[in-house]
Every structure is written in C-alpha cells, then in structure tokens.
C-alpha cells in the first residue's frame, strides 16, 4: 500500500488520475491538492511515498513545488504532470529527481504502468534505507532542535555538544522576517528550502523556524565567499518567490562562540524593528494600480485603509507604506484629493445642492463637507462656485 499525492488545479484532472489509480491499485491512499499551499499542508500531515504534480500552477510552479520536496521530502517519488512538452521543463523536472514527465492528456496504461514500477522501486528501496534515513533524520532533527534551545538561552542540560563545536568554530546568523496577517505555511517552506540551497552552495549550516514569521539559520562559509554574496542572491530569491509577502533580511558578523547566539539574536530582532521590509517594484506596482482603480471607482463610499489593503492581499502597515512610496502621498490624503477633485466637477452644476454634493463624494455632513474643501482649496464650495459664475460671464 502506498500514499499517492495529486497536485493539480485543476479538478478534472486530479479526479481523473486518481479514479485511474484507485481502480488498479484500490489499498493506494489517494490525496488531493488543488494548490501548492494544499499540497504542502497535506505533506505535513501525512506521509507520501509518490507525488503526481502539475508543472504550471498559481502560486508556485510544479518545479518550485519540487525542489521544496527535493529538500525536505528527499524519500517522495515525483513525477511531473505537464501540457507543454519543451525539452527545458523536462530536463529541469529530471535534474530535480523527477521519476518521469507526463504529457496531459494522460494515458491510463502509461499512468498505471509508471505507479507499478515505481512502487517497485519503493519497496526495494525501503528494504535497503529505511534505518539508515531515520538515524540521518533523527540526527538532523535533533541538531535542530539543540540550535533552537541555544537560540532561545535556554539550559542544555547534561547534552554534549563538543561535536556540534568542532563543526561549526565560526560562522555567520542569517534571520528572514516576513510581514502578515494570514498564515503563511507555503512562504516559510520557500523560505527554508531557498536559504537551505543557498547555505549548501557556499557552504554548511542549517535553518530553523523561530516563529511562523521568521526563520534563523547557522551558516559556516567556505574560504573565500563573502556573506554578503549569500545575502545578495537570498534577497534576490525571495523577492521572486514571496510576490506580496514583505520580508527582511538581517545577518550577524563573524560569530566564534555558541553562546553567543542568544544575544545575538536579540540584537537582530531589536535592528528588526527599525530595518524597513523590502519592497518589489513589479508586485507592488500592481498591487498599487489595482488599489487605486478601486478607489476611484469607491472613493464616494465609506473608503478605509485596511479594506482597500484586503482588496489587494496586503497587510495594512504595509500596504500603507507601499501605497506613500508610490503615490507621494497617503492614503487618507489621497482620498480627500480624489473626493475634492470630484467635487469641483459637481458644483459646475448649479441645480445640485451643496448636500447631494457631499453625499454623491461621500460626506454625510455639509458641514464638515465644506471644512474639508476650504482646507484644501483656500475656498468654501460656495465660493468657489461663484468664481465659476464670474469666470463664464467675463
């Protein structure tokens, strides 16, 4: 009996693959996920042997999704589900350990084919490796879990850790801090998995999850790599990967002592709070045009900055931020210059009265109504559209 992952947004093809297996192998367990965040919550609640994933999804593509597997699931079978038959996805989709790359629409005896040879190979596998991943597990989780104690300054007890030392005489902190309202399961399993390649790039450490807004790692350079350079392409990654997730980035100076590490970390959350998140012009420059197309469309409405940040997926501070960067203005202020704008068109119109103005742009009160456009225009309404009388008569 295996447990077989079907990733696919769409539903007909998920349905179709797994009605297809159930019917061969009826004791397979068949799970379904219409999206890489689904795909990964289902990995962290069950155990998978194979895993079918599309190779073109919202969010993240089969690929990304792969590499996440490749990291953390290195025992998972994959194979890629495509539409598109380009040598380049398939040649990527092998180097990331693919056991194959099927073409939608997809054969049933291909398909019952590929799940039989690759239980097979499973069941060999198991026979040969099992003792042998769970002793490198139990060694990685438990390293994990004694940086995580050293973090947070507390008592390792009666725990050796001379060999942790040896291992790691010097090395660098690196703390990613992301900015959000909602869980963010997907991003932290990007986040490690990028930092996690990195590390194992320019040299050997690990990464840790603080909370589910931010990951430590430990990272020991090899000789001649500049941390900066790690940092560079880290930044560089997660601006692509995290889209609309606002993240930070900060790093410790060459460290020579373990116990160091508490304190060092303190200082790193305390520079946190100052440090501003990053920001990405070409998400943010759609999540800013869509946000201000809604506002001009109900700006006569009540009009607040934590809906229309919800309209576009982002934490309100953020949004906030994001939205002065750019529009060189903020928001309140951006909406009463869309209101009084507005309101210099209405009172052209001499048959409407200065309330039905107000309420057309979304002030209940005249009077405040009129406070608001004197501020603004150094005239009261009634003022300004007696100049617009004298103006036509000259």
Known sequence: MKSILIVDDEEVIRNGIRRTIQKQFPKHRIHLAGSPEEAVDALRHHHMDIVLTDILMPGMTGLEFMAILRRHYPHIKAVVISAHSEFAYAQEAVRLGAKDYLL????????????????????????RTLETQLMKSNLNYLREAVFQRLASGLDLGRFDITSFIERYPSFHLVMVRMDSDKKLTLEHFMIENVLSELIEMHGDGFVVSIDNLSLLSL????????????????????KSYLKR????????????DLRAIPNELQRMRQASVSKEYEHYDSGGDTAIEVALQYMKMHYHEELSLEKTASVVFLNPVYFSQLFKQKTGQGFKEYVIHLRMEQAKQLLQNAQLKLADIAERIGYQDVRHFTQIFRKKFELTPTEYRQRLVEMKSE
């Not at 939608?104 to 026979?127: C, F, S, T, V, Y």
């Not at 020991?220 to 880290?234: D, F, P, S, Y």
Request: aromatic share 2%; no cysteine; proline share 4%.
């Open 245 to 256: 997730v606002p993240f930070k980035v900060l790093s410790s100076e060459l460290l020579h």
């Open 104 to 127: 939608k629409p997809i054969g049933k005896d291909r398909l019952i084919e590929l799940i039989a040879n690759i239980g097979e190979e499973i069941d060999r596998e198991n026979k």
């Open 219 to 238: 990272v020991k350079l090899r000789a001649g790599v500049e941390l900066e350079e790690l940092v560079g392409e880290l930044r560089t990654h997660l």
